[in-house]
């Protein structure tokens, strides 16, 4: 007789509102392990700031995709993609189900979707973009998309110029913007989906955010960012956690200051990623105070 159809069950949600302990407890229940979708928690030098599950959390449960990587490794969405879909197959063979976890709308889109690829832009374009870097610095290349991508420009960390320049280039290089060109055509899968999205009352939710950065920091954060200041230049460390600190072991602010900035940005990444979830229909949300 032929198996049933498989399915893989998404648990997303905005950073700090309890994924990784859900994705535990339901991986337990249905005898299954857990991918995770979290781009952040890739890379193997990237620990406490990226929120990596516990050891005994990794122990629970088999994991994959967590710290799999080097910082300084090429590694892009598309790659996930397909690593991710091989994994999940390999996993069918002896499963009914897979959990995916994740706060990275991106990838996780990839995943269940598929993804677009996407032009390599021109050197003129890149060199373009530069020389605007340079004379108008981070606002100039945000005030561009503004004007070419209103909804990627919501939707992107805005302190990330590698991020912008990379929409900018897509646009740039099609003339069409870049949210429209992610989208494309969904891809067929060979299983169900389930989505399950974690919420939280906003200032609860914001509460929580800056309680696990004190927590970050107590439990060791600014050694490994100092450990990691030297690949400041790489665009996985140009992230919430480190970018701030980075300002700081330079002169360039203060300690109260990159204390203040981390906790201000993780509450508007939680933010931009409720905004990315909100267009899923598929999320059935669970209020984790209920």
Request: aromatic share 10%.
């Amino acid at each position: 007789m032929p198996s049933a159809i498989k399915t893989v069950y998404f648990v997303v949600g905005p950073t700090a509102v309890g994924k990784t302990s859900y994705a535990i407890n339901l991986a337990q229940k249905l005898n299954t392990e857990i991918i995770s979708a979290d781009s952040r928690q890739f890379y193997q030098e990237m620990n406490i700031g990226t929120a990596v599950p516990s050891f005994e959390e990794l122990a629970a449960v088999p994991h994959h995709f967590i710290q799999h990587i080097s910082i300084k490794d090429d590694y892009n969405v598309h790659r996930f993609e397909q690593e991710a879909l091989s994994k999940i197959n390999e996993l069918f063979v002896q499963k009914d189900h897979v959990v995916v976890v994740g706060g990275s709308g991106l990838y996780l889109n990839a995943l269940a979707y598929g993804i677009d690829q996407l032009p390599d832009p021109s050197p003129e374009t890149r060199k373009y973009l530069e020389e605007l870097q340079g004379k108008e610095g981070l606002l100039g290349l945000r005030n561009l998309l503004r004007q070419l991508d209103p909804v990627f420009f919501e939707l992107v960390d805005q302190q990330n110029p590698s991020r912008i320049k990379r929409a900018l280039e897509v646009c740039l290089a099609t003339g069409k913007p870049y949210s429209k060109q992610r989208i494309g055509k969904k891809k067929e899968r060979s299983f169900t989906m389930k989505w399950i999205g974690l919420s939280q009352d906003r200032e609860k939710l914001y509460q929580r955010i800056n309680k696990r950065v004190d927590m970050m920091i107590e439990a060791g954060l600014l050694e490994e960012v100092k450990s990691l200041f030297e690949y400041r230049h790489l665009n996985a460390l140009n992230t919430v956690g480190y970018r701030e600190f980075f300002q700081w072991i330079n002169g360039e602010q203060t300690y109260e200051w990159a204390v203040e900035k981390v906790k201000t940005n993780s509450r508007r990444y939680a933010k931009r990623q409720m905004t990315w979830f909100s267009k899923n229909q598929d999320i059935e949300w669970i209020d984790i105070d209920k």
